[in-house]
């Protein structure tokens, strides 16, 4: 990967902003507050990070992720020199966002999804690396960039995350050559996957054991989903992230081929969330202008509820299972 014209613009700009997507994972925030310390370190700069959505609870530990600030508190006339997206898989999950993205001078596509269109100035794409943190540490290593400690705490915690732990297909043998010169920089892997796996709150685990009680099971168990209602994560008084790791549970059912998740966002509006074992989920996802990975995908549609099930259980048919 040729690096040199990202390190350039970074030299030049003067003011940077770096995006996460809506609904922020560990990847995208692990590579969000990753690349920050990273141009903070070798640069002395300091970026502003933009959040879709609330800081999930769960990685408040991120160094700098406190730093981040909801696109709300932002100045949406405001012209930066070089803006950033972060696994951004596709051009409508920047939202809001958008107007900043538009409005610069310069602006880069850093991910690794192979449903990503280029949508940049700049992209630098990897569908083979397990998450856009090991794209990062990739280019940060062929820009002989310092990696400080910080810095890889976060860049360990995008891998980490966006590999299940090191339980996914993506954990390669180039993701795990990452990862241990991480750990030579100074992470702790039992003190990370504490902080991502083992700090959940009580109502989080009850309300995820009320999701999957509710689940729904089709064509002969090969297929499992499960809807998540904003009255549910009242009732149950839990945050944007407490679906993390839900699709995966109903996945895991011997029987299940393919597993999603439909989560209201509005009664007119379903984010969708697909895992599966051999189905190309990606397919499904991309009918609805979403994307992301063969096993693993996302889209958003404009329905309540009932019909984003009925839409996406239409599709799933398509597949033969």
């Given at each position: 990967?040729?690096?040199?014209?990202?390190?350039?613009?970074?030299?030049?700009?003067?003011?940077?902003?770096?995006?996460?997507?809506?609904?922020?994972?560990?990847?995208?925030?692990?590579?969000?507050?990753?690349?920050?310390?990273?141009?903070?370190?070798?640069?002395?700069?300091?970026?502003?990070?933009?959040?879709?959505?609330?800081?999930?609870?769960?990685?408040?530990?991120?160094?700098?992720?406190?730093?981040?600030?909801?696109?709300?508190?932002?100045?949406?006339?405001?012209e930066y020199d070089l803006v950033i997206n972060v696994d951004v898989a596709s051009y409508d999950r920047m939202f809001e966002s958008e107007i900043l993205f538009k409005k610069a001078k310069k602006t880069v596509n850093i991910d690794h999804h192979i449903t990503n269109t280029g949508y940049a100035d700049l992209n630098y794409i990897e569908p083979e690396a397990s998450s856009t943190g090991e794209v990062l540490h990739c280019m940060m290593k062929n820009l002989g960039w310092k990696i400080s400690e910080n810095t890889a705490i976060n860049?360990?915690?995008?891998?980490?995350?966006?590999?299940?732990?090191?339980?996914?297909?993506?954990?390669?043998?180039?993701?795990?050559?990452?990862?241990?010169?991480?750990?030579?920089?100074?992470?702790?892997?039992?003190?990370?996957?504490?902080?991502?796996?083992?700090?959940?709150?009580?109502?989080?685990?009850?309300?995820?054991?009320?999701?999957?009680?509710?689940?729904?099971?089709?064509?002969?168990?090969?297929?499992?989903?499960?809807?998540?209602?904003?009255?549910?994560?009242?009732?149950?008084?839990?945050?944007?992230?407490?679906?993390?790791?839900?699709?995966?549970?109903?996945?895991?059912?011997?029987?299940?081929?393919?597993?999603?998740?439909?989560?209201?966002?509005?009664?007119?509006?379903?984010?969708?969330?697909?895992?599966?074992?051999?189905?190309?989920?990606?397919?499904?996802?991309?009918?609805?202008?979403?994307?992301?990975?063969?096993?693993?995908?996302?889209?958003?549609?404009?329905?309540?509820?009932?019909?984003?099930?009925?839409?996406?259980?239409?599709?799933?048919?398509?597949?033969?299972?």
């Amino acid at each position: 990967m040729n690096c040199q014209q990202f390190d350039d613009i970074i030299k030049v700009s003067k003011n940077i902003l770096i995006i996460s997507h809506l609904n922020p994972d560990g990847d995208t925030l692990g590579s969000m507050c990753g690349l920050y310390s990273a141009i903070l370190d070798n640069y002395k700069k300091k970026a502003d990070m933009l959040l879709m959505s609330k800081l999930p609870e769960v990685y408040g530990f991120l160094p700098y992720s406190k730093l981040a600030k909801h696109i709300s508190e932002y100045d949406k006339s405001r012209e930066y020199d070089l803006v950033i997206n972060v696994d951004v898989a596709s051009y409508d999950r920047m939202f809001e966002s958008e107007i900043l993205f538009k409005k610069a001078k310069k602006t880069v596509n850093i991910d690794h999804h192979i449903t990503n269109t280029g949508y940049a100035d700049l992209n630098y794409i990897e569908p083979e690396a397990s998450s856009t943190g090991e794209v990062l540490h990739c280019m940060m290593k062929n820009l002989g960039w310092k990696i400080s400690e910080n810095t890889a705490i976060n860049l360990y915690t995008a891998i980490l995350t966006d590999t299940g732990a090191f339980r996914f297909n993506n954990t390669t043998k180039r993701a795990m050559e990452s990862v241990a010169e991480l750990i030579g920089i100074g992470v702790k892997p039992a003190e990370i996957y504490k902080y991502c796996y083992e700090s959940n709150t009580k109502e989080h685990i009850q309300f995820q054991a009320h999701c999957i009680s509710n689940a729904k099971f089709s064509d002969n168990n090969k297929v499992a989903y499960t809807v998540v209602y904003k009255k549910d994560m009242e009732k149950f008084n839990v945050g944007e992230d407490c679906t993390e790791g839900l699709t995966e549970k109903l996945r895991a059912i011997k029987s299940v081929e393919v597993a999603f998740l439909v989560k209201q966002l509005s009664p007119s509006s379903s984010k969708i969330s697909m895992r599966s074992e051999t189905a190309d989920v990606s397919k499904i996802c991309e009918v609805f202008g979403g994307g992301g990975h063969k096993l693993a995908a996302g889209c958003l549609i404009k329905s309540n509820v009932d019909t984003a099930v009925k839409k996406i259980l239409d599709e799933i048919v398509k597949l033969e299972l």
